[in-house]
């Protein structure tokens, strides 16, 4: 059940200040798409638009449409919670709930979203998506203690749990790897290989050889010039952005040759 | 290589770690100093009323007795309706504050933008300053002279609320911005309403330091005196109605005794002994009193504590 993204014409501000200007892109049902571009450039902020997570900071506004198969989430009508509960988000540093046992984190979504459940149905969740975050058979035994007494590498994959527990259609994905270790990072990108078959996946990474393992288009995100907006340079296969990509800017940035 | 050696040997003795070692030195000694002398009137005002409260609360019938026909020409007496009135005049203060500046606090952290909520932040400071004589003349204002009330535990209550307010208000605010941004983030990333992931989130994040204020709150008031005599006088008898006539409460048992302090002369094992009855129960009303709200703090902390696991 994923679903297709057509952002169109995105100018997204922070009070009067625009970060990131006129972004247009599609992203298709079942697909890896990464975010790279230097430090600034907006690519989170693009990243938070695509679940209206944006304007949860004071301030913050988004002009432009941005299409779920078809239906303009930003449209009259559109209640953002809703929108959060198919677009499901994961965070650079993995944010457990400090309260809550490692059970009580995976089903926090579904337990706050609509109360009542049968504790079959939870415990039949909380095993489900703690083997699609590859994070069962580590904490299969200890489901009562606190989520954060897990490691950094362990508390990413239970917030993956956590955020596939409440089964999106699409999950975003802010630098999930950059507070983590070679091995947890392998098997966060594992993860994001098995998670595609059902999900639309945007991942925000500064590491290349990871955009190149595990996406299959690349978005190149740059500042349009110093105190410019943010922009899209080009979205393409990822095989094609790291070969032979269309803009020089995007070659300059992959290559290093950057700035 | 020299400059290896002459670097080795300037971290041995640098140039003037002799003063930096006299500083840090003259430093750590006057931080225990500071503490030091910090603790003395602590300690002195414990050991004053544990020492001469502790013989009442030993005694029979301390916590089960009242002040009833008694003088300081008496021994005996207890505190029971000194610690009923007290417990009674806190709990209904407290059953009005903790929801009122829970809100407050709530407004101000999580939604409170613009004129509104700086006004609400001056009034609280405001509220602050204001000393308990002041609440409690308020309070005698409206509710006695305007309204043709009767004194009365329960208006004690409302002069103690003005007081309490802004103690948890202020705690609370503190806490709730010590949450961090990313756990509601984190919330409304899993499309939870905003409200839900104050009520289910941020609150037993921050729970053990909201019930810190709400004891901070309690201790705050429960030993105040001014209200009391204004609002409901004492009463050496039991009288649990918070609505009607005069009421007992610790610090009025405290003020009552310290009134009528006095010595009288009894015979014990043959000899003539002065003794001070009054002066006795003063002091036991006194450690009471801290008892009480230690009790309290203690209570408060294992909730919290069970609360927080849940
Ligand atoms: N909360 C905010 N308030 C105001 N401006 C912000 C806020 N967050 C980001 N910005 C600005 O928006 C622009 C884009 O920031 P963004 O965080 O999207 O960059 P990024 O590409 O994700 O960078 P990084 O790779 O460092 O994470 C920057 O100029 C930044 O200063
Ligand atoms: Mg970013």
Not at chain 1, 199 to 218: D, F, G, K, L, P
Not at chain 2, 52 to 71: H, P, Q
């Amino acid at each position: 059940m994923a679903k297709r993204i057509d952002a169109k014409n995105l100018n997204i501000y922070y009070g009067k200040f625009l970060a990131v200007s006129e972004v247009t892109f599609t992203i298709a049902p079942r697909s890896v798409t990464a975010f790279i571009g230097p430090s600034g450039c907006g690519k989170s902020t693009v990243l938070r638009t695509i679940n209206r997570m944006h304007e949860v900071i004071s301030g913050a506004t988004v002009e432009g449409d941005l299409l779920l198969d078809g239906e303009n989430i930003y449209g009259a009508g559109i209640d953002p919670v809703d929108v959060r509960r198919t677009i499901g988000m994961v965070f650079q540093r993995p944010n457990p709930f400090p309260t809550m046992s490692i059970y009580d984190n995976v089903v926090a979504g579904l337990k706050l979203q609509s109360g009542r459940l049968r504790k079959s149905e939870l415990d039949e969740t909380v095993e489900r998506s703690l083997r699609g975050a590859n994070l069962w058979e580590e904490v299969k035994s200890r489901l009562a203690k606190p989520g954060a007494g897990l490691s950094g590498g362990q508390q990413q994959r239970l917030c993956i749990a956590r955020a596939i527990a409440v089964e999106p259609q699409v999950l975003l994905m802010d630098e999930p790897c950059s507070a983590l270790d070679p091995i947890s990072t392998l098997a966060i990108e594992d993860l994001i290989q098995t998670l595609k078959e059902k999900y639309t996946i945007v991942i925000v990474t500064h590491n290349m050889q990871q955009a190149a393992r595990v996406s299959e288009r690349t978005a190149f995100f740059n500042l349009a010039g110093v105190g410019k907006p943010g922009q899209l340079v080009e979205i393409d296969d990822t095989q094609k952005i790291f070969t032979n990509p269309t803009d020089q800017r995007t070659e300059d940035y992959i290559s290093g040759r950057f700035g | 290589m020299t400059t290896v050696e002459s670097a080795g040997s300037s971290l041995a003795s640098p140039p003037g770690a002799g003063i930096r070692k006299v500083k840090d030195r003259t430093a750590t000694t006057l931080v225990y100093a500071a503490f030091a002398i910090a603790l003395v009137p602590l300690i002195w005002l414990l050991w004053t009323v544990v020492s001469k409260g502790i013989y009442m609360l030993t005694r029979n019938g301390w916590f089960t007795g009242t002040e009833r026909g008694i003088t300081y020409r008496d021994a005996g007496g207890g505190a029971w309706h000194a610690v009923l009135g007290t417990l009674e005049q806190v709990a209904l203060c407290t059953a009005i504050s903790v929801p009122i500046a829970l809100l407050v606090a709530i407004y101000l952290v999580e939604y409170g933008r613009g004129p509104l909520a700086r006004m609400t932040t001056f009034m609280v400071d405001i509220l602050t300053g204001i000393p308990s004589i002041v609440a409690a003349l308020f309070i005698y204002a409206v509710f006695i002279t305007t309204f043709g009330g009767e004194r009365s535990g329960w208006l004690v209550s409302l002069a103690l609320v003005m007081l309490m307010i802004p103690v948890i208000v202020r705690t609370t605010e503190e806490m709730l911005k010590l949450v961090p941004n990313e756990l509601r983030e984190a919330s409304y990333a899993l499309g939870v309403p905003k409200w839900k992931t104050i009520v289910r989130i941020v609150l037993p994040t921050a729970m053990s330091g909201i019930v810190t204020g709400v004891v901070l709150g309690i201790a705050r008031v429960a030993g105040e005196t001014a209200p009391l005599l204004i609002l409901v006088g004492y009463s050496p008898d039991k009288n649990a109605n918070l609505f009607s006539g005069p009421q007992a409460s610790l610090p009025g048992l405290i003020k009552d005794q310290f009134s009528n302090l006095g010595s009288t002369t009894i015979l014990e094992g043959g000899k003539r002994v002065t003794v001070h009855y009054a002066a006795d129960r003063m002091w036991g009303a006194a450690l009471t009193l801290i008892l009480l709200v230690m009790i309290l703090n203690l209570a408060a902390r294992v909730i919290a504590r069970r609360s927080a696991v849940n």
